[in-house]
T-cell receptor, first 117, second 111 residues
Framework: EAGVVQSPRYKIIEKKQPVAFWCNPI?????LYWYRQNLGQGPELLIR????????DSQLPKDRFSAERLKGVDSTLKIQPAELGDSAVYLC???????????????FGPGTRLLVL | TQLLEQSPQFLSIQEGENLTVYCNSS?????LQWYRQEPGEGPVLLVT?????EVKKLKRLTFQFGDARKDSSLHITAAQPGDTGLYLC???????????FGAGTQVVVTP
């Protein structure tokens, strides 16, 4: 079974430019997460989808970040315009369960490494 | 700010030695998970502990959840170079299944 697929794996852009990340979750997983992992830190949740609905976007900086999961499968995370502090690894994860249970398992993709110059 | 504090931040040991990594919080979690992350990859789930005082063993890895469900430890016996990686603990709150990650412990096992 294929895992979570993310692209691109690496992205280098200049500040103020837009950037987009794409995620394809494991087939059949209805819950999708976007995390940001800064250097030397653990992942921090940006947004969580159940099917096509964003059920938790409280940590998403909405002035410059947007996300969509139009058909409840693939998802795109966009930053416009990017700032120097956005340099990080952006991880996508998926889970077969909705609303999380005490033993929820999230399957992570390899991440997209973003460097903003 | 990380809700979960992991210690030590970095650990370098020789192959065959034992090590323990700690994960502490002032908050109570419904469950706690341990992940290992290798360079260039996403975290991979190792174990989930749910019950206070629970001990789980996975080959040479032993995981313990504190009685009050606020802390956990990971003990590796006879470490091998393949155990090298970033070990992350993550607590699951009751609120919509949101995982709170610690900053991780970087473990390096040299031959």
């Amino acid at each position: 079974e294929a895992g979570v697929v993310q692209s691109p794996r690496y992205k280098i852009i200049e500040k103020k430019q837009p950037v987009a990340f794409w995620c394809n979750p494991i087939s059949g997983h209805n819950t999708l997460y976007w995390y940001r992992q800064n250097l030397g830190q653990g992942p921090e949740l940006l947004i969580r989808y159940e099917n096509e609905e964003a059920v938790d976007d409280s940590q998403l900086p909405k002035d410059r970040f947007s996300a969509e999961r139009l058909k409840g499968v693939d998802s795109t995370l966009k930053i416009q315009p990017a700032e120097l502090g956005d340099s990080a690894v952006y991880l996508c994860a998926s889970s077969p369960w909705a609303s999380g249970g005490p033993q929820e398992t999230q399957y992570f993709g390899p991440g997209t490494r973003l460097l903003v110059l | 700010t990380q809700l979960l504090e992991q210690s030590p931040q970095f650990l370098s040991i020789q192959e065959g030695e034992n090590l323990t990594v700690y994960c502490n919080s002032s908050s109570v979690f419904s469950s706690l998970q341990w992940y290992r992350q290798e360079p260039g990859e996403g975290p991979v789930l190792l174990v989930t502990v749910v019950t206070g005082g629970e001990v789980k063993k996975l080959k040479r890895l032993t995981f313990q959840f504190g009685d009050a469900r606020k802390d956990s430890s990971l003990h590796i016996t006879a470490a091998q170079p393949g155990d090298t990686g970033l070990y992350l603990c993550a607590g699951l709150t009751d609120s919509w299944g949101k995982l709170q990650f610690g900053a991780g412990t970087q473990v390096v096992v040299t031959p």
